[in-house]
């Protein structure tokens, strides 16, 4: 499936109008190539009107491009250091609440700060700069409320130099709440961490404690095939008419062939 060639005739010889059936959703520009992607709804209709020529034969293929959310950068700890990663914290209540508990693949496990601390850092740091795009913290059980209340996300290449990533104030737990943060555009950093200056619960002995921290890498992307049971595929001389008719939008891929 090649881009038009302009040799074969101008692009609405191919292609004069390619819309939404919604009204409420605006006509996309058509590009002088024979693909198109759209976002396509529940109940919405996509129209390929090409000329009804009988020297080419039309064919419109159909693919949908799925982003399945992005994987977890930090692996399963067993201590400190693997390979992959190395965990650091500002401090610790206790051996057994060392920082790589909060990336252990276990919520019942924590990182707790040493005994009355209210403010400290926890950091993981790679080999070498890796692009993350969100991260979630899961509260601890019980104790839920011994979660951070304010903090920042920075990010270092050296270890010295921070950049902020992602500020949060006034944040409430509950026991094994986990909550996901967006950060507001992809960053590489070799460092990451979470430097936290207030806790939610100040007046426990280990007031500040992290269950599970967990670090996102930008969503993959994938191109199925999509069935009939999720569209209505419609062929004619001179259009095909694609009707979507599962429940959720989907990005759709139109391809017009000879």
Sequence with gaps: MSTLDTGLGTVRDWITQLRLGNASNPAPSVLPANRQILDIGPGETLEIVHANDSDYRRLVSLAEQVFDPGANLMPVMTGPTSPLCTITSSSSYAPADGPWRAADGTPTTHWSVGPSLTQGWW????????????????????????????????????????????????????????????????ASFACWEINITASARPDYAAPLALAEVQLYAPATERILVPSQLDYQIEYRADRTRIKRLAAERRLLTATVRL
């Design 123 to 186: 950091r993981c740091c790679f080999p070498a700069p890796m692009t993350a795009v969100g991260y979630a913290i899961t509260a601890r059980n019980p104790y839920g409320d011994s979660g951070p209340k304010d903090w920042t996300l920075r990010g270092s290449n050296d270890g010295v130099n921070w950049t902020v990533l992602d500020t949060q104030s006034g944040v409430i737990w509950s026991n094994s709440q986990r909550r996901q943060f967006s950060l507001a555009q992809p």
